[in-house]
Structure formats: C-alpha cells, structure tokens
C-alpha cells in the first residue's frame, strides 16, 4: 500500500505514524508491532479488546504497508476525532473504573482481572467536543503476570 494515499503525515508515537486523510474524517496508523513482541497474536488481541472498550474510537485494519522507516506495518483506520482537549488524568481514572477497570500502582495501569490497560494518558485520550472520552492510542494486554515489565521494556517512557 502506498502511504501518500493515506494522507498527510501527522506525527510519530512509540508504535504508530500517524496520517490524516484529507478526504474522510479518519486517522490513519501504521503501526510497527513494537508491543507485540515476534508473537503478533498479542496485537490482534489488542485491536479487539480496544474496540469492545472504545467502540466510538474502533480501529479497522485495512492492509499492510512499509512506513517511512521501512518496516512492515498493519495500516489501521480510526474515526478522526474532533477534540475539545486532552483528557485529565482524573477523567480518565473515573472512566476506566466505570468501565470496570482498577487504577494499580498508583495509576501506572488499570485492569479488570481480564485485560491490563496501559499508557491511558492525557495525550492518549482526548475529550471530544461533545464532551466524551475517546481511548484513541492505549496498550491493552491479557491480564497476567509480567505486563508490566513488558510494557516497561518497551515503552520509549521508561528507556
């Protein structure tokens, strides 16, 4: 796939090129698998679990396409959303435990005993003009033993 078809290149996360499409109000990712380790059951686990917890932010996965760095990504699409501002780190405690989820070691993650939810930070979840809450870029893993540390050593916040 070629990616000048997406859009303009927007920005660079820890797994993700960012293109916005000029046609649609849609946001294009390419997202690398860095979180997925050689096993990229872990990332289709994670587009699934993200879309039964954040339905209005869904991703669609549409192909496979090299980005600017030359590694091969899955291109996925997600509802471009129209933003009043970033979500507080308050805001998104009290929606994560609506949704069923515990705040652990002191907000670090969030789980609810089937899935740990990480990196829901104010840059990663955004309030939209209607004043919902829109989960648009967190990691979500199975809950079990050493997500942490999965997450520590990969995560650009913590090398």
Do not use: W
Not at 33 to 48: A, G, T, V, W
Not at 133 to 150: A, P, Q
């Amino acid at each position: 796939m070629n990616t000048d078809k997406l859009g303009s290149y927007e920005d660079r996360g820890s797994e993700n090129e960012v293109y916005l499409s000029p046609k649609e109000n849609i946001v294009y990712k390419l997202n690398d698998f860095r979180y997925s380790d050689d096993n990229l059951s872990p990332f289709f686990e994670r587009i699934k679990a993200h879309n039964e917890y954040f339905p209005d932010c869904a991703y669609t996965m549409i192909g496979m396409a090299e980005n600017r760095d030359g590694k091969v990504c899955a291109v996925l699409s997600q509802p471009y959303i129209i933003t009043a501002r970033e979500a507080t780190e308050e805001e998104i405690s009290k929606e994560l435990q609506r949704l069923g989820f515990q705040p652990l070691m002191d907000n670090e993650y969030y789980s609810n005993g089937i899935h740990d939810i990480f990196d829901a930070s104010p840059n990663n979840v955004l309030v939209g003009i209607d004043g919902n809450l829109y989960f648009i870029d967190t990691i979500i893993y199975k809950s079990e033993e050493g997500n942490l540390s999965t997450y520590h050593s990969q995560s650009p916040k913590y090398q």
